[in-house]
């Protein structure tokens, strides 16, 4: 059993995707292979995913090279054919480099992501029931200490201003990843308390999986 704690992580973003190589299959596996020609990747590198797979598209994995032509997607386990089906097991992938901390985090915190469910009141029956119906929309709340002279603070006003979409990468001290894709947007209006640091608002919608390492 591995402990991890808050103090000396690091969160980060990117916005640096690399032309996009063509996937022309992956297996129904765990984790999937994917067929990629002279995809060039190195294994620990992360990639956008880009599916016909709902569950595992707009989402970052690492991958560990088998060859030259084909990668395993660490984290994605496409064994389930009902969920995965093998007519739709094409997409792209890009790596992702270029990774800006962003600075002076002062709390972070997740909210999200937990299962979502509809009642269900069948007209026999006197209980009604709770069926699952997925997950609801994943968002990170990053606070800020502010200073807007900061470039990478700079940046993420751009990123928000302009609605792109960003890669997002927490490591805690350890070694621990978790990676998610979607939109960020940062506040400019400071929040001001006695005897606290000012601080600002920053929060990462994603629009795939959040997956950790």
């Known amino acids: 059993m591995a402990l991890f704690f808050p103090e ?11 032309a996009a190589k063509v996937i022309s299959a992956m297996t129904n596996a765990n984790p999937v292979v994917a067929t990629s020609t002279a995809h060039g990747y190195t294994t620990g590198d992360p990639i956008l995913l880009t599916s016909l797979w709902e569950d595992a ?18 984290g994605l386990d496409a064994s389930d054919t009902n969920f995965f089906p093998a007519g739709s097991n094409t997409g ?31 007209l ?3 209980n009604a029931i709770k069926a699952p119906t997925g997950f609801n929309a994943t968002t990170v709340t990053i606070s800020m200490a502010h200073d807007a002279s900061l470039p990478a603070y700079q940046t993420m006003l751009n990123i928000t201003r302009a609605l792109r979409k ?3 990468k927490q490591v805690i001290a350890g070694g621990a990843r978790t990676y998610g894709y979607g939109y960020l947007a940062v506040s400019e209006m400071p929040k001001l308390n006695s005897n606290q640091v000012n601080a600002v608002d920053a929060a990462m919608s994603l629009l795939g999986r959040a997956v950790s390492y």
């Open 8 to 18: 000396g992580s690091s969160q980060q973003f990117s916005q640096t995707f690399a």
């Open 57 to 74: 598209t707009d989402t970052v994995f690492e991958v560990e090279v088998i060859d030259a032509n084909s990668f395993k997607i660490l």
């Open 166 to 168: 960003v890669a997002f």
């Open 124 to 126: 026999a029956k006197r």
């Open 92 to 122: 792209t992938a890009q790596k992702i480099s270029g990774f800006t901390a962003i600075p002076q985090v002062l709390t972070i915190s997740g909210s999200g992501g937990d299962p979502r469910f509809t009642d269900v009141q069948l």
